[in-house]
């Protein structure tokens, strides 16, 4: 009898497990059709500063020509990971967002989830995005509508065995990421080293590639901003931490954000370079906010390359 009640209790049991697993790993959009955005249309000036300062065009705009607004994607992102191609966002209705609501922005940026539910890889940095707040990705949404639309799609990701099964990204979710819920009210109007604080955590995800990660690709939280192999495998990425950059004032910081331009008279390189063609376009007074908090970081030892 008990090993009768073994040989159907153990396979129950495996079935609830993966039942639960399945229902736990699931992608869910947070907003549908009633969510925190406001009602009137975004201001697309306000949402061309999001979009410089989220750096939207250093990974979507199409490679191999100029105009960093067309949004066709396609660029090799090369990662420990795999390789991942970020997608078309121009408003090109059958091969970019142009059928997208604000909605379906918000899914993606805040919780990494597709109009057709499924998970976003994490070299989509939703993971700093989730802190935006609602008025930004309204804005941002107004803004991406005006551009050029781009037919065609990026080509496929070609992940690793880790991610191979793009439902395995939700487990990856349950450990490592802690989506959050856009606040109504927009950080652009604070000033100083709180709208340092949202433009370097959330906006401009500096972290992102100023951290060394984990096997599994999450950011130790005691190498935060201390520097780490850079995501395309290309060198180490340097700590901006006081450790690293503790010698310079806020306004060689600024001018760095602003030319490329480093205090020991040198130039930044590599991805870093285009940051700064980002950077250059957003005001003084938000690159001033940045330096401000760069500045306050707390020290963390540079991790070995």
Same mark, same amino acid.
């Given at each position: 009898?008990?090993?009768?009640?073994?040989?159907?209790?153990?396979?129950?049991?495996?079935?609830?497990?993966?039942?639960?697993?399945?229902?736990?790993?699931?992608?869910?959009?947070?907003?549908?059709?009633s969510?925190?955005?406001?009602?009137?249309?975004?201001?697309?000036?306000?949402?061309?500063?999001?979009?410089?300062?989220?750096?939207?065009?250093?990974?979507?705009?199409t490679?191999?020509?100029?105009?960093?607004?067309?949004?066709?994607?396609?660029?090799a992102?090369?990662?420990p990971?795999?390789?991942?191609?970020?997608?078309?966002?121009?408003?090109?209705p059958?091969?970019?967002?142009?059928?997208?609501?604000?909605?379906d922005?918000?899914?993606?940026?805040?919780?990494?989830?597709?109009?057709?539910?499924?998970?976003?890889?994490? +070299?989509?940095?939703?993971?700093?995005?989730?802190?935006?707040?609602?008025?930004?990705?309204?804005?941002?949404?107004?803004?991406?509508?005006t551009?050029?639309?781009v037919?065609?799609?990026?080509?496929?990701?070609?992940?690793?065995?880790?991610?191979?099964?793009?439902r395995?990204?939700?487990?990856?979710?349950?450990?490592?990421?802690?989506?959050?819920?856009?606040?109504?009210?927009s950080?652009?109007?604070t000033?100083?080293?709180?709208?340092?604080?949202?433009?370097?955590?959330?906006?401009?995800?500096c972290?992102?590639c100023?951290?060394?990660?984990?096997?599994f690709?999450?950011?130790?939280?005691?190498?935060?901003?201390a520097?780490?192999?850079?995501?395309?495998?290309?060198?180490?990425?340097?700590?901006?931490?006081?450790?690293?950059?503790?010698?310079?004032?806020?306004?060689?910081?600024?001018?760095?954000l602003?030319?490329?331009?480093?205090p020991?008279?040198?130039?930044?390189?590599?991805?870093? +370079?285009?940051?700064?063609?980002?950077?250059?376009?957003?005001?003084?007074?938000?690159?001033?906010?940045?330096?401000?908090?760069?500045?306050?970081?707390?020290?963390?030892?540079?991790?070995?390359?």
């Amino acid at each position: 009898m008990r090993v009768r009640f073994t040989l159907i209790a153990l396979p129950l049991a495996a079935i609830v497990g993966l039942g639960s697993l399945w229902m736990l790993t699931t992608a869910r959009p947070p907003f549908g059709l009633s969510n925190p955005f406001p009602p009137m249309a975004g201001d697309t000036e306000r949402g061309r500063q999001v979009f410089n300062a989220a750096h939207c065009a250093s990974c979507h705009a199409t490679p191999g020509q100029p105009d960093r607004l067309k949004l066709g994607g396609g660029l090799a992102l090369a990662s420990p990971f795999g390789t991942f191609r970020p997608p078309n966002i121009s408003p090109d209705p059958v091969d970019g967002i142009g059928r997208w609501g604000v909605s379906d922005l918000a899914n993606a940026l805040v919780a990494g989830v597709s109009p057709d539910r499924r998970h976003y890889y994490p +070299a989509f940095p939703y993971t700093s995005y989730t802190g935006m707040t609602a008025a930004d990705i309204s804005d941002l949404f107004a803004y991406l509508k005006t551009l050029p639309a781009v037919s065609g799609r990026a080509p496929p990701h070609h992940p690793n065995i880790l991610f191979a099964i793009r439902r395995s990204v939700g487990l990856w979710k349950l450990l490592f990421f802690d989506p959050s819920q856009p606040k109504l009210r927009s950080n652009v109007e604070t000033v100083g080293i709180d709208r340092g604080r949202y433009l370097v955590e959330a906006l401009s995800h500096c972290a992102e590639c100023h951290s060394t990660r984990d096997v599994f690709g999450a950011i130790k939280s005691s190498a935060r901003f201390a520097g780490g192999i850079d995501p395309q495998g290309t060198g180490f990425v340097p700590n901006i931490t006081p450790v690293g950059i503790g010698g310079w004032t806020e306004s060689q910081i600024v001018r760095m954000l602003e030319t490329g331009d480093t205090p020991n008279h040198g130039r930044v390189g590599s991805s870093m +370079a285009d940051v700064v063609s980002n950077t250059a376009m957003l005001s003084d007074d938000d690159r001033k906010a940045i330096a401000q908090y760069i500045k306050s970081l707390p020290a963390r030892p540079t991790p070995e390359p």
